[in-house]
């Protein structure tokens, strides 16, 4: 019977020293809101002229403690059983209603109202958890290579500077006091982003001059988030491709004009640069502010393609060009057959005479025809007609030369001339014919190589002009590096590690 007595003994020692408590709690707060009137509407001041000092600090984990001193909530720890801390709903007490004002979603209502702590020296602590949305400029210049300034503004829309004087908060550190000037980041609730990454992350409470102190906008306490972006992700997908895309519009020079496909290679990379045009829009926001860089190159090489592509029809219209049609005059010659290729180290098969290993060119004809007619003026027409012939008769060939007329005899002359008369004019014209024909080719094969030149001096002008834009154009965002100190003139890291000690 002793066991079951004892445990009804502890049960009701602890039933009785709870009802105590609750009871001690509830009078407390009967003492601090109904017998001493309090009234959340007023000021936690003793005079009108004073001000309540709040204190503020952010957390990366959707948090903002704000703390404060109201005397009304003090009371003797000893005469209410010993209790140090009360926590009380949020309605109850007179806060301070500190907003975002920067905010992007247009409420400045927090998304839990959790009760506020109150010690028994009145000084009031509450945490509440909220999603803050900023809305803050957002610079795309240098887009893939750009970091950002993004602000939190928090001040007070209902009281002034006169009423509530905003501070960080102070916290303490082997019996000295610093503030804490940076947005405390919290190792268990914060997860990296995989896009952005934080560089600097100070606060600071700012006055405006020009505001006066009886409004609003005196002051606020304003927390920076100085982000940059990660840019492996775009250089991946977007940068490479289309680097080598554009790179690629130089083998257009190396394609032989009758081939055919010069052009069509160079409207091919031109359709692909425009369809990573339309990615690369789809990925920023849509603003007329400035042209991120990536941007800025696809429209350069979409601009130098463009050339390409109307010097590609210039050099097929000069390599389809003939005799017939246009004159190819002796300056064009000396600079495009002479000059260029000379300073181009373009090589030139040799006209003296084929070197080893080299293709025997087409000789003249003018020799064969020489000969020709040499051999008409040494054998009769009959020998002409009929010495093959003889020759498959089986007859033997002729070894005596053709009919020598005497010299004496004109009309022997006479008629010989006669006789050879048609087959030299036939020889003549074959002559002829054979000479303008080579001198036709000899100038449409000018015409080759002086598409040729052009096409050998286009590619000398557009690869160092397509190296040195993407290498300018990349470069600045390779530069554009976020400053080493969060402000301006300020030496100060706002960081963890330097702390300023009051």
Same mark, same amino acid.
């Given at each position: 019977m002793e066991g079951p007595a004892l445990i009804l003994a502890l049960l009701a020692t602890l039933f009785v020293s709870s009802s105590w408590g609750l009871n001690e709690e509830e009078r407390l707060i009967r003492h601090l809101f109904e017998e001493r009137g309090y009234d959340k509407e007023l000021r936690p001041v003793a005079h009108k002229e004073d001000s309540v000092h709040i204190t503020l600090a952010l957390t990366l984990s959707n948090l903002i403690s704000l703390g404060w001193t109201d005397s009304r909530l003090q009371w003797n720890a000893s005469e209410f059983g010993n209790i140090s801390v009360l926590r009380l709903p949020p309605d109850m007490v007179w806060v301070p209603e500190i907003v975002l004002e920067n905010n992007n979603d247009g409420s400045f209502q927090i998304s839990y109202s959790c009760n506020v702590l109150v010690d028994d020296t009145g000084y009031v602590y509450w945490l509440p958890p909220a999603i803050f949305r900023s809305s803050c400029p957002i610079s795309v210049t240098y887009f893939p290579f750009d970091w950002q300034n993004c602000s939190l503004k928090f001040s007070s829309l209902k009281y002034t500077a006169k009423e509530i004087t905003l501070s960080l908060k102070q916290e303490k550190e082997d019996n000295h006091t610093y503030l804490v000037e940076w947005i405390i980041i919290d190792p268990e609730g914060f997860t990296e982003n995989g896009e952005w990454e934080i560089v600097h992350r100070p606060a600071r409470v700012n006055m405006d001059p020009s505001a006066p102190p009886d409004s609003t906008s005196h002051q606020d306490v304003t927390f920076y988030l100085i982000i940059r972006r990660k840019p492996l992700f775009y250089i991946i997908n977007i940068l490479v491709p289309c680097v080598l895309i554009s790179f690629m519009i130089n083998l257009v020079f190396y394609l032989p004009a009758d081939s055919g496909e010069k052009t069509s290679v160079a409207i091919s990379v031109l359709l692909a640069q425009s369809v990573f045009l339309l990615l690369i829009s789809k990925r920023l926001p849509a603003t007329s502010m400035a042209i991120p @860089?990536?941007?800025?190159? @696809?429209?350069?090489? &979409?601009?130098?393609?463009? &050339?390409?592509?109307?010097? !590609?029809?210039?050099? @097929?219209?000069? +390599?389809?060009? /003939?005799?017939? /049609? +246009?004159?190819?005059?002796?300056?064009v010659k000396k600079l495009f057959l002479d000059t260029l290729p000379r300073l181009l180290h373009m090589s030139r098969p040799a006209e003296e005479g084929p070197s080893p290993g080299a293709l025997i060119r087409r000789?003249? $004809? @003018?020799?064969?025809? $020489?000969?020709?007619?040499? %051999?008409?003026?040494?054998?009769?027409?009959?020998?002409? &007609?009929?010495?093959?012939?003889?020759e498959r008769h089986g007859l033997a060939r002729r070894l005596t030369t053709a009919r020598q007329p005497p010299a004496s005899s004109e009309q022997a002359q006479q008629e010989l001339f006669n006789e050879l008369k048609p087959a030299v004019d036939g020889a003549n014209f074959i002559v002829n014919h054979m000479r303008d024909q080579n001198n036709y080719n000899e100038e449409k094969d000018s015409w080759n190589q002086v598409a040729r030149t052009v096409d050998r001096l !286009?590619?000398?002008?557009? /690869?160092?002009? &397509?190296?040195?834009? /993407?290498?300018?154009?990349?470069?600045?965002?390779? %530069?554009?590096?976020?400053?080493?100190?969060?402000?301006?003139?300020?030496?100060?890291? %706002?960081?963890?590690?330097?702390?300023?000690?009051?």
């Open positions: @860089l990536i941007g800025k190159f @696809l429209l350069f090489g &979409m601009v130098l393609v463009a &050339m390409v592509v109307v010097i !590609c029809v210039i050099v @097929l219209n000069i +390599h389809f060009r /003939t005799p017939s /049609t +246009h004159v190819l005059t002796e300056g000789s003249s $004809s @003018l020799g064969y025809i $020489s000969k020709a007619e040499e %051999y008409f003026s040494l054998k009769s027409r009959s020998d002409l &007609m009929f010495e093959k012939q003889s !286009c590619l000398f002008v557009v /690869t160092p002009i &397509m190296v040195v834009g /993407t290498a300018w154009i990349f470069l600045q965002g390779v %530069y554009n590096q976020p400053p080493p100190q969060p402000f301006p003139g300020d030496p100060f890291s %706002y960081k963890e590690k330097d702390k300023r000690f009051i």
